[in-house]
């Protein structure tokens, strides 16, 4: 089966990008990143695609003009650069730009998003220290597809990381990004073959035993 073409967006460092990007060096990966789009000048990501040999582009948002004008033609923009690299599925990677509900039902089944919680838990900015404020002792993460709701399309994997007595946001962010590094490229793997279909109820079935549950504190 040809390998799907990916297209990865980015607005930052993209240690999620440069994890599908060492994913799909495996031979028998489904897919390849065929483009890297920042919106963000200069953003940490675009280097490292770069010296991995991949396209990467900027599409700065700022240059489009502020209100709906401005992100249709950004998106438009974007809608362009996918369709010249002939892209099969998007993964958006730290990508701080909400889509439209145009945009984001044109590419229904074929954009996916990581998000550092455990959906529909903690949704939006600064979800770490919203976590440890609230006590949760179980974190996370999340990939699912992308709906026009922020943070709410159907789910694909989730990987459970446990809070730890003195942890920081940044701790607790550094613990869920090992695990995001895991989670979305087997999740992209997946929707590359096609293999978590969305059903009517607009849930993704997943096989398997599930692997266990994560107790914290640890049960006796
Ligand atoms: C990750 O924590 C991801 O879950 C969230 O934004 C962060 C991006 O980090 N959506 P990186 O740019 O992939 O390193």
Redesign the pocket.
């Known amino acids: 089966m040809a390998r799907k073409k990916l297209a990865v967006l ?9 994890a599908l990007i060492d994913a799909a060096r495996a031979d028998d990966y489904p897919a390849e990143i065929a483009l890297v789009i920042s919106n963000i000048p200069g953003a940490g ?1 675009l280097s490292r695609a770069a010296e991995a040999g991949i396209p990467a582009i900027t599409i700065d948002h700022k240059t489009f003009g502020k209100g709906a004008d401005g992100k249709r033609d950004f998106e438009a923009a974007l809608q362009a650069a996918l369709e010249h690299a002939a892209i099969d599925i998007i993964c ?4 701080m730009r909400l889509l439209s509900a145009a945009f984001v039902n044109r590419w229904r089944g074929r954009i996916v ?4 919680s455990l959906l529909p838990a903690f949704k939006g900015l600064d979800v770490h220290a919203a976590m440890l404020a609230a006590g949760v002792k179980i974190a996370g ?1 999340t990939v699912h597809y992308v709906s026009a709701d922020m943070d709410a399309g159907p789910i694909i994997g989730q990987a459970a990381v446990p809070v730890l007595a003195g942890d920081t946001p940044e701790t607790l ?1 550094a613990r ?2 090992v695990a ?1 590094h895991k989670l979305y490229p087997e999740c992209v793997r997946r929707v590359a073959l096609g293999e978590a279909p969305i059903d009517e109820q607009d849930i993704v079935a997943v096989p398997g035993d599930g692997g266990g549950a994560l107790f914290n504190p640890p049960v006796r």
């Open positions: 980015i607005s930052g460092r993209g240690s999620n990008m440069a990501g958006l990677a730290g990508f998003n990581i998000h550092p993460c962010a869920i990004l995001e």
